[in-house]
C-alpha cells in the first residue's frame, strides 16, 4: 500500500516545491517594481560596475579582429643581389612555398620596382636620367595569418630560411610592432581577468549589503517564520530569488550599455579606418556569450543575496531560546 501511496506522494511534494519557489521568483520581483527608485539605484550601480570590464573585454576582442592592412605589415621584405636572374627568383620563391607554406609570395621586378618608384616619388625626370636600374629582385613574403606568437614563429622560420641562401643580400622586417602589439594584447587581457574579479566582487558587496537593509527591515517577521518551525532555506528562498534578479537586471542593462556604446563609437571608428584603407565594423556579443553574462549576473546576485542571509542566521540561536545571540 505504502508503495503505491509513495509516487502520489512525491508528484504532491514536486508541485508544492514548483509552486512555492515560482511564487517567490515572481513576488519577489513584484517587491522590486514597487521601490522603483531604490531598485534602480541599485540596478545602475550593478550594471555600471558589469560594464567596465565588458566594454574592455569586447574593445580586444574588436581588436584582435581589426586588419589594419596586417598582411602588408607582417610581410617579410627580401632583396636580392645584384645580378641574380629572375630563375634564382623564382627557385626560392617555389622552395619557399614548399618548406614554409607561406600566405602570399609576391616577386617584384626590377622595372616593376622602379615603376612603382617613379609613381610614388614623383622623379619621373630625373630617373629617366639613369643609364641603367639599380634596384634590385625584391619578394615579399606574408605569413599566413593568426595569433602574435604564431605570425612570430612563422616569421623567425622565414627570416633564418631566407638569410641561408646565397643570392639573398638583405632581409627586412620590422617585427618590433608586432611584439609591442601582442605583449599589449596579453596585458589588455589580464587586466580584463583582473577587472571581472573585483568588479564581480564589487558586485556581491552590493546586493550584499542592499539584501541585508532588507534582511533588517524583515527581522521580526524572519523570527517569527522561525519559530513556528520554518527552515533556513525557506527563510532564505524570497531573498535569494531578490538577489537574482538585481544580478539579472544589472547584467541586463550592462549589456544596453555595451550596445549603445558600440553604435555611438562605429560610425568615428569607420571613418578612421578608411584612413587605413580598410573596412570593418564593431561586432557585439554572440548569442552564448551574452546567456554567460545573464548568467554569470544572476549568479552574483544569487551569491550576494546568499551570503547576507546566511549571516544573518547564524545570530540566530538553533534551539532553545529564539533571538539574538
Not at 540596478?43 to 596586417?70: H, K, S
Not at 606568437?149 to 641562401?165: D, P, R, T, Y
Not at 531573498?239 to 544580478?247: A, D, P, Q, R, S
Request: overall charge neutral; hydrophobic content about 45%.
Amino acid at each position: 500500500m505504502n508503495m503505491h501511496l509513495w509516487p502520489r506522494q512525491l508528484r504532491r511534494k514536486n508541485r508544492a516545491w514548483v509552486r512555492r519557489h515560482s511564487y517567490s521568483f515572481f513576488s519577489s520581483l513584484g517587491v522590486l517594481l514597487q521601490h522603483r527608485i531604490g531598485t534602480l539605484m541599485t540596478v545602475l550601480v550593478l550594471g555600471i560596475a558589469m560594464f567596465l570590464p565588458l566594454g574592455l573585454y569586447m574593445t580586444l576582442d574588436n581588436l584582435e579582429g581589426m586588419n589594419l592592412r596586417q598582411d602588408e605589415w607582417s610581410a617579410v621584405t627580401v632583396f636580392f643581389k645584384s645580378g641574380t636572374t629572375q630563375a634564382e627568383v623564382e627557385r626560392v620563391a617555389d622552395e619557399l612555398q614548399k618548406s614554409s607554406d607561406p600566405k602570399v609570395v609576391t616577386i617584384i621586378s626590377p622595372s616593376e620596382g622602379m615603376a612603382e618608384f617613379r609613381e610614388a616619388s614623383g622623379f619621373g625626370k630625373s630617373l629617366d636620367m639613369l643609364d641603367e636600374n639599380p634596384l634590385p629582385w625584391v619578394m615579399q613574403v606574408s605569413p599566413q595569418p593568426g595569433p602574435t606568437e604564431q605570425v612570430e614563429k612563422q616569421v623567425e622560420a622565414l627570416m633564418g630560411f631566407l638569410q641561408s641562401i646565397d643570392s639573398v643580400e638583405v632581409t627586412q622586417f620590422d617585427y618590433k610592432w608586432l611584439q609591442r602589439l601582442g605583449r599589449m594584447m596579453e596585458l589588455g587581457k589580464a587586466a580584463v581577468s583582473a577587472l571581472i574579479l573585483l568588479f564581480g566582487l564589487a558586485v556581491v558587496v552590493v546586493v550584499a549589503n542592499t539584501i541585508r537593509l532588507d534582511v533588517a527591515s524583515h527581522a521580526e517577521e524572519i523570527e517569527i517564520l522561525a519559530l513556528v518551525g520554518a527552515g533556513n532555506a525557506f527563510v532564505r528562498q524570497p531573498f535569494l530569488y531578490t538577489g537574482l534578479w538585481y544580478g539579472l537586471m544589472g547584467s541586463v542593462l550592462a549589456l544596453a550599455l555595451l550596445s549603445l556604446t558600440m553604435l555611438y563609437l562605429g560610425r568615428p571608428l569607420g571613418l578612421l579606418l578608411e584612413t587605413y584603407g580598410t573596412a570593418f565594423n564593431l561586432h557585439g556579443l554572440g548569442f552564448s556569450d551574452t546567456l554567460w553574462v545573464l548568467l554569470g549576473g544572476a549568479i552574483l546576485g544569487w551569491s550576494g543575496a546568499w551570503i547576507s542571509v546566511q549571516r544573518y542566521l547564524r545570530r540566530l540561536k538553533v534551539g532553545g531560546r529564539l533571538g539574538r545571540q
